[in-house]
């Protein structure tokens, strides 16, 4: 009873966010042959248009990406990255706001991500390359764990994902105000592990937002949580990105090839 409690209090949000108000097309939730939120087909949430939300992220990240690889400086990518992390924050409070925040977060991320690529470019070793197809095949190697039932979502994992998210986002505040945390401003053995922590908490957060996914459609809530749930999946790749970065980084000692 425990854990359905705390599985159902961790998507209680999505519920109450957008779920279609009893009594709407004059039927009730409870009434037998309805979906618990009878939205109609065209405004119900999919799980196909939300993975097709996330690929014009995608998308957007990787071209803005181009250009700060290319043409942005560091005090440039760093504000972009900030701006971004802001985002991120405000989503947390006006999730509704999502289909305007995701896509500008992807464009500032990219930036960032592009002109950080750059400096780890230099590091030689084919890294950004690397990172890249790794972080591709990270989110296809869990999505088809999470589609095929080798890996169930469960309360722990939910908590875990939260925490880690939480204890990210910490360090990443402290890094913003000037402050030394162990591994993130250097590479060797604290920025691997380091590194892989932060891929672990990625990992966790991807087989959450694939839950959220499914769990979304099976309800039937509004089609408009579709973009949170795009954005939460685009935060968390971002995050595989920056931590195999990392770990190529470290695992190669900072040195140039």
């Given at each position: 009873m425990a854990r359905k409690s705390a599985m159902q209090s961790a998507f209680g949000r999505i519920e109450s966010e957008y779920r279609q108000p009893a009594g709407v097309f004059g039927g009730?939730?409870?009434t037998p042959g309805l979906p618990p939120y009878p939205f109609?087909?065209?405004?119900?949430?999919?799980?196909a248009r939300t993975y097709d939300k996330l690929i014009v992220l995608v998308v957007l990240a990787l071209v803005s990406a181009a250009v700060g690889y290319v043409a942005v400086p560091s005090g440039v990518a760093?504000?972009?990255m900030a701006a971004a992390f802001?985002?991120?924050l405000v989503s947390w409070f006006r999730m509704q706001w999502a289909k305007v925040i995701a896509p500008a977060y992807s464009i500032l991320e990219g930036v960032a991500l592009g002109a950080v690529s750059g400096a780890y470019s230099t590091l030689g070793h084919g890294i950004v390359p690397l990172a890249i197809v790794f972080t591709a095949a990270v989110f296809v190697a869990t999505l088809v764990l999470y589609r095929?039932?080798?890996v169930r979502v469960t309360p722990r994992m939910m908590s875990l994902a939260m925490i880690g998210g939480f204890g990210i986002m910490v360090v990443a505040l402290l890094s913003?105000?000037?402050l030394s945390v162990p591994g993130v401003n250097s590479f060797g053995t604290f920025g691997l592990l380091f590194g892989i922590f932060a891929l672990a908490v990625a990992v966790l957060n991807l087989f959450t937002d694939f839950e959220w996914v499914t769990r979304s459609e099976a309800i039937g809530v509004s089609a408009e949580g579709e973009w949170p749930a795009a954005f939460a999946m685009m935060t968390a790749l971002v995050l595989v990105y920056i931590s195999m970065l990392r770990i190529l980084a470290s695992a190669y000692g900072g040195r140039r090839s």
């Open positions: 009730d939730p409870a109609a087909p065209e405004t119900r949430f999919s799980a760093f504000a972009c802001g985002l991120v095929t039932g080798l913003f105000v000037g």
